[in-house]
């Protein structure tokens, strides 16, 4: 069945440091890929997507490009902030309604 | 503003009681979703419903039920035959007929047994 595999937490960073949470999914067809943010005891909201090969979604200095070759989806950010201290899960639809949620990744930045 | 609103956001039950948790939302999204979240793990589907008076059952739902009796409205009986209720529950939504297929979810419930 359908799954994504993302990189084992925590990750802890020093403040302006470069980050990349690793994502990897197995699917049948060609799924939409998207990347979630959790903070301590919310919900999640969507940070970025990206529906096609070599789409690059990117928000609030996060990118994340869809390949297809090596059926990744890594997110990065040039220069992290405490602010984006949070848990963050790369996530897979194939358009049936049902989502696969990677374990999350917790990412932990220090001034 | 549009939203999906989740209560309590904290509920304590003694071991043998059912409880409801409350999950609304005011963005006319056609499907709605129950997902469990522990420590360490992913989120795991409980229930979904991508229409009023249908719903199906997802990866664990032994021990919950739900009903969808209204568009806005999907709650969640945490039933006496869950085993381990202690968790994080978030529902989250989608507009089908919009095409567009990204889940808005709510802040979450955290129910603690006793």
């Known amino acids: 069945g359908d799954s994504v595999t993302q990189m084992e937490g925590p990750v802890t960073l020093s403040e302006e440091a470069f980050l990349t949470i690793n994502c990897t999914y197995t699917a049948t067809g060609y799924p939409s890929l998207f990347w979630y943010v959790q903070y301590p005891g919310e919900g999640l909201q969507l940070l970025l997507k990206?529906?096609?090969?070599?789409d690059k979604g990117s928000n609030k200095g996060f990118e994340a490009t869809y390949r297809k070759e090596t059926t990744s989806f890594h997110l990065e950010k040039g220069s992290v902030q405490v602010s984006d201290s949070a848990v963050y899960f790369c996530t897979s639809t194939s358009g049936t309604y049902k989502y696969i949620f990677g374990t999350g990744t917790r990412l932990k930045v220090l001034a | 503003d549009g939203g999906i609103t989740q209560s309590p956001k904290y509920l304590f039950r003694k071991e043998g009681q059912n409880v409801t948790l409350s999950c609304e939302q005011n963005l006319n999204h056609d499907a709605m979703y129950w997902y469990r979240q522990d420590p360490g793990q992913g989120l795991r589907l409980i229930y979904y419903s991508q229409i009023v008076n249908d719903f199906q059952k997802g990866d664990i739902a032994e021990g919950y039920s739900v009903s969808r009796e209204k568009k806005e409205s999907f709650p969640l009986t945490v039933t006496s035959a869950q085993k381990n209720p202690t968790a994080f529950y978030l529902c989250a939504s989608i507009g089908i007929r919009s095409g567009a297929n990204v889940l808005t979810f709510g802040a979450g419930s955290r129910l603690t047994v006793l």
């Open positions: 990206a529906t096609k090969a070599d």
